[in-house]
Structure formats: C-alpha cells, structure tokens
C-alpha cells in the first residue's frame, strides 16, 4: 500500500466531506492526487468514480490495519 496513515486520514476526511457538502476545486484535487498514488489508472476518472474508489481504498487500509493488529 502506498499511502501513509495521515494520507489515508487526509482522504477520510475529504471522502467524508463529498457527502456532506461540495469539495473545493483544491481538495477535490487533494482527493484526486491521493487516490492516484493508490491507483494510477485512476487519473482520468470522474469524481464520483474517485470517490467510489476512495471508499473502496480506505475500506482495504481498515482491514489490514485490523488484521496487522492480529
């Protein structure tokens, strides 16, 4: 995984943000940079495909941070 926990936390927080209210061009662009780091192919997809992906990302960072503590 390519992402480090403040990373991971900086994308809970603007993945939390998207449904609340709107992101800002600039941490919609935040959002974007860190899901690419994860997934590269990801570089052109809409927002809400970031944000389904994001979701999807931050779910795999919990469970392997569930089973390391194991």
Known sequence: MNLTSQEV???EYLLGKSR???LTKK?????????VKENPSAKDNSLDDLIKLGL???GLYVLAKALDEK
Not at 27 to 35: V, W
């Open 9 to 11: 936390e900086r994308m």
């Open 56 to 58: 999807t990302l931050v």
């Open 27 to 35: 941490e919609e662009s935040i959002l974007r940079d860190l899901i």
């Open 20 to 22: 609340l209210s709107y």
